[in-house]
Antibody
Framework: QVQLQESGPGLVKTSETLSLTCTVS??????????WSWIRQTPGKGLEWIGY???????NYNPSLKSRVTISVDTSRNQFSLKLRSVTAADTAVYYC??????????????WGQGTLVTVSS | EIVLTQSPATLSLSPGERATLSCRAS??????LAWYQQKPGQAPRLLIY???KRATGIPARFSGSGSGTDFTLTINSLEPEDFAVYYC??????????FGPGTKVDIK
């Protein structure tokens, strides 16, 4: 059974960088056919996909966040990470990591972490 | 970016009743649509993918239908554990994939 767990600071200062790590257990992040995503949720904007990474390092980001986001993977630690630069209060959200599992010709989020609340404040 | 609209925003029903939830896309997503269930304090859970296929372990009372721009999630005979928020998500034209705003199914 695949499990994901987010970790990182729950409070980030305005204009600084939000950094989160997702630790995966129950299967390797390097398994072919799976992508690994970050998603966030706010009361105002709902669920918002941030981006994904493949174990090879290939990434794809939401255009609305692309200029501020970097997702990386560490296969030796079975982890992937999110960095979001120049944060504002609008980046306050519950951040989830999730696996994009392949279902037929598409990918859907079939395993999720429990989520971690990150608050941005001065 | 494809915009997903869900209706109604809230559905008040009693256990044993049928719930019918709607998701409409601003342009065609073919059948690349998923439904997720989210309970308070939990992450979303994949229920339906490719518009009509149940994910592993999902009870048969959950069914999905539709293609193109109009989709429906039906929950036959609501169980107490089914009262939650339901989101649709499209994976047809991405990035970005997008989610609907959700429908809350609560107890009448």
């Amino acid at each position: 059974q695949v499990q994901l767990q987010e970790s990182g600071p729950g409070l980030v200062k305005t204009s600084e960088t939000l950094s989160l790590t997702c630790t995966v257990s129950g299967g390797p992040v390097s398994r072919a056919g799976n992508y690994w995503s970050w998603i966030r949720q706010t009361p105002g904007k709902g669920l918002e996909w941030i981006g994904y990474i493949y174990y090879s390092g290939t990434t794809n980001y939401n255009p609305s966040l692309k200029s501020r986001v970097t997702i990386s993977v560490d296969t030796s630690r079975n982890q992937f990470s999110l960095k979001l630069r120049s944060v504002t209060a609008a980046d306050t959200a519950v951040y989830y990591c999730a696996r994009d599992g392949q279902y037929g010709s598409e990918y859907y989020f079939d395993y999720w972490g429990q989520g971690t609340l990150v608050t941005v404040s001065s | 970016e494809i915009v997903l609209t869900q209706s109604p925003a809230t559905l008040s029903l009693s256990p044993g009743e049928r719930a019918t939830l709607s998701c409409r896309a601003s342009q065609t997503v073919n059948s690349y649509l998923a439904w997720y269930q989210q309970k308070p304090g939990q992450a979303p859970r994949l229920l339906i993918y490719d518009a009509s296929k149940r994910a592993t372990g999902i009870p048969a009372r959950f069914s999905g239908s539709g293609s193109g721009t109009d989709f429906t999630l039906t929950i036959n005979s609501l169980e107490p554990e089914d009262f939650a928020v339901y989101y649709c998500q499209q994976r047809s034209n991405w990035p970005p994939d997008t989610f609907g705003p959700g429908t809350k199914v609560d107890i009448k």
